[in-house]
C-alpha cells in the first residue's frame, strides 16, 4: 500500500483516472472462512500506484500482479473473478476463500464515479452495481442511493432487478461487496458494493508527547483529526494527511461546532484546562467516545468538583479515565498509551456501527 488508509478507493480511482486515463480496481467481492479483508475492501493499480489494500501478503501481491498484467493487455476489458482458496493456492495460513473481482476501467467510461463520489462526499449510503463479464460494456455502472439512481447496466429488466436488489441491501442495513445471481437468468452476475458513510471524527486536545504520539497513530486509519493546542510552536512541521492543526488560545471553543458522534480525547499539559475541556465536553451528549488522560485519583478530583457545579453521576460515567485502560497495556511511556488509546478508539467505533444484517441475495462467490 503506498498512501494512507484514509484515501477512499473511489478518490484513489479518480487520481488514476486522471493522470493514467486506466486502471484496474480490485474489490474482495467474497469471502469464505478467514480471510485477510473483508467483502468490499478495494485496491486501484494503476501505471503509476497501487493505492488501497485487500489483505496484503501473498495475496495482494498476486492481485497486483494480476492487475498490472491486465493493465499491459490492450483487448482486456469488463469485470472478471477470480477465487483464491488462501492455503491450497497462495500458502497463507488464514485458510478461507477470498473471490477478487478485477475491473479495468478507461477515464472515457467512468461516466458513474463523479455520482458515486457526490455520493460518498456528501455521506450518503449508496450502492455501485456493475455486471461480471469480459466486456466492454461493463464498464458501465448504476449508482443507487435509497431515492435516486445514476446511469444504466444497458437494459431497462437488468436495470430493475439491479435497483431493486441494490436497495434491498442498502435498507437491510448490509455493507461491503457481494455477487448476485437472479434465478433463471443467464445474464453475467451482478456485483452490488453498498457504502456506508462512517465518520470517524476525532478531537486530540494537548500537542505533548501523547498528543504527537496520538496524531501520528491515527494518522494510518481512516480518522478525521482536529488536533487542538494553544501553544502553536509545538506542532511539529509535518502531521500526518488526514491530521488538521488548529492552534487557538480558546481550545474549548472547538467543542462547540465539533461534528455529532465525535471522538473527543483530552491530554493537555494543564489540570486546570483539561477540567474546562471536560465540563464543557458534557454538556453536550451526542459524543461517541470522551476520554482524559490521567489517574485513578484525577478521576475521582475530578468528578467531585463537576458534581459540585451540578453535574449528575450519569454524565460523569461517560468520561473514560485513565484513557485507554479498556485495553490490557500497562506500559507508560507516550507511544504506548497513544497505541491503547487509539485501539480503544477503535474498539468504540466498531461497537456502535450500524448493524449487520444476513445477506438476502445468493453469494455466488462464496461457494
Not at 38 to 50: I, L
Not at 250 to 256: N, R, Y
Not at 290 to 307: D, H, M, T, W, Y
Amino acid at each position: 500500500m503506498t498512501t494512507g488508509t484514509a484515501v477512499h478507493w473511489l478518490d484513489a480511482l479518480a487520481t488514476a483516472l486522471r493522470v493514467d486515463a486506466r486502471a484496474i480496481l480490485v474489490t474482495v467481492a467474497g469471502a469464505k472462512g478467514s480471510t485477510p479483508r473483508d467483502t468490499g475492501a478495494a485496491m486501484v493499480v494503476s501505471a503509476a500506484a497501487c493505492v488501497g489494500s485487500i489483505g496484503g501478503g501473498h495475496l495482494e501481491y498476486e492481485a497486483t500482479r494480476i492487475a498490472r498484467a491486465a493493465l499491459s493487455d490492450a483487448p482486456a476489458a469488463g469485470t472478471w473473478l477470480v477465487r483464491f482458496p488462501l492455503a491450497a493456492r497462495l500458502g497463507q495460513c488464514c485458510g478461507g476463500v477470498a473471490t477478487l473481482a478485477f475491473s479495468r476501467l478507461d477515464a472515457s467510461g467512468c461516466a458513474w464515479l463523479e455520482p458515486a463520489l457526490a455520493c460518498a462526499r456528501a455521506g450518503a449510503a449508496f450502492a455501485i452495481v456493475s455486471r461480471v463479464a469480459a466486456d466492454a460494456a461493463c464498464d458501465a455502472r448504476l449508482v443507487v442511493t435509497s431515492d435516486d439512481v445514476r446511469g444504466t447496466l444497458g437494459g431497462v429488466a437488468l436495470d430493475s432487478g439491479a435497483i431493486a436488489a441494490a436497495r434491498a441491501r442498502l435498507a437491510g442495513g448490509n455493507d461491503g461487496a457481494t455477487l448476485v445471481r437472479f434465478a433463471g437468468d443467464d445474464d453475467p452476475p451482478l456485483l452490488i458494493q453498498v457504502e456506508r458513510s462512517d465518520p470517524f471524527p476525532v478531537l486530540i486536545f494537548g500537542n505533548g508527547h501523547v498528543g504527537r504520539a496520538l496524531a501520528n497513530v491515527l494518522g494510518v486509519v481512516p480518522a478525521q483529526v482536529a488536533w487542538i493546542d494553544s501553544r502553536a510552536d509545538d506542532f511539529p512541521a509535518q502531521v500526518p494527511g488526514n491530521v488538521s492543526v488548529v492552534a487557538t488560545d480558546a481550545p474549548e471553543d472547538e467543542l462547540l461546532d465539533a461534528p455529532h458522534g465525535a471522538f473527543v480525547v483530552v491530554t493537555t499539559h494543564s489540570h486546570a484546562l483539561d477540567f474546562t475541556l471536560i465540563e464543557v465536553a458534557l454538556a453536550r451528549d451526542d459524543w461517541r467516545y470522551v476520554g482524559l488522560i490521567g489517574s485513578k485519583s484525577k478521576r475521582a478530583q475530578f468528578e467531585r468538583r463537576l458534581a459540585a457545579r451540578g453535574l449528575t453521576a450519569d454524565a460523569w460515567k461517560r468520561v473514560r479515565c485513565p484513557i485507554g485502560s479498556e485495553v490490557a497495556i500497562k506500559a507508560k511511556h507516550p507511544g504506548a498509551i497513544a497505541v491503547a488509546i487509539a485501539a480503544e478508539l477503535l474498539v468504540v467505533r466498531e461497537s456502535t456501527a450500524h448493524a449487520r444484517t444476513p445477506r438476502a441475495f445468493e453469494l455466488i462467490g462464496n461457494r
